[in-house]
C-alpha cells in the first residue's frame, strides 16, 4: 500500500467514518525538545524525569507533546490545555469537559517513530515496533501466543519467523490497546489469520463488536497495526513534522 502522509492545515474535523493514522520522526523533533518540554504539564514532566535513560526520557517528551500538538487539531485548543485522565490500566483519555466531540485516541512509540490513531466515538489501539532480529521469536510465541499460533511460527525460516513474529506482536498489542487492557490482557487469547485478508478471528472481551486490523510501515524497518472497532471507515494519513 502506497500510503501519502498529508501535512495538516490549523484545524481538522473527524466524523464517525473517519480513522486518521499520523506519525512523527522523533529524531526529527528533538531538535525542537525544549519547546516541545514547555507542552507537558507538571505530571508529565517528572514522568519524563524519571525515565532513567535519556533517550527514553527524550522519546516520552517528544511523542505526548506531539499528541497535544494532534488532538489540537481537532479540538480547537491549544496543546498545553489538553488534559487527559487514566483508566485503571493506564490507558489515556481526554478529559470530558474539553473532548465535545468524543475524540478517542492511542500512541506508540518505537526507537524514532511514533504512530498516533484517532476516530472520533470508536475505539482504537496501535502499536509499532522496530524490526530487528528477534532470536527468542519462537519462545516468546510460546509463552505468549495461541497454541495455534505457535504451530505456526514454529515451521517457518528464522527471516519469515521474525517477520511473523512482528506481525501476531502488533496486531495482538494493538487491538489490547484498543479495549484499554494493555498485554496484561493476555496476548494468547486475540488470535489472527494472517492469511489474506489479515484478520482478527478470536477476541477477548469485545462485547460483540468486531474490530478491524490494518498494518502498514511508516517508515522502513517498522511494522504498525492498527485495531480500530468495525464500521465502514476510511483511512487517512497524517504526518507532523
Ligand atoms: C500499554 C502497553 C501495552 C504499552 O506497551 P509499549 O509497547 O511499551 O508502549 P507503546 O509505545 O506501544 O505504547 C505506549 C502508549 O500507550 C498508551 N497506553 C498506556 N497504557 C495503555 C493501556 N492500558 N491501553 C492502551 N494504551 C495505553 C500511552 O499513551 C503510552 O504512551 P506514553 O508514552 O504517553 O505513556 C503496556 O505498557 C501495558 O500493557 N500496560 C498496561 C499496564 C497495566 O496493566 N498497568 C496497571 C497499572 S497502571
Redesign the pocket.
Known sequence: MNIIWKSPSKHLTINPQEVHIWKTNLEQLSIDFQNSFNLLNEEEKI?AQRFHFEKHQK??TL??SS?KKILSFYLSISPQDIKFQ???????KIIDKINLINLQF?????EDIAIYGVTCDYFI????EYIRPMPEAENLAKRFFSQKEYQQIRGLSSEEKNREFFKLWTGK?AY???I?????GGLEKVEISTHKPIKFINLPECNNINYNLLYLTPHDNYLAAIAVEENEQTYHYWQLN
Not at 487514566?86 to 489515556?92: F, I, L, Q
Not at 492511542?106 to 518505537?110: F, G, I, Q, R, T
Not at 489501539?125 to 509499532?128: C, F, I, N, Q, T
Open positions: 514522568k522519546r516520552f511523542a505526548r499528541l487514566y483508566s485503571d490500566y493506564g490507558k489515556p492511542n500512541v506508540s512509540h518505537s489501539g496501535v502499536d509499532v498489542e489490547l490497546k484498543a484499554g487492557k494493555g498485554i496484561g
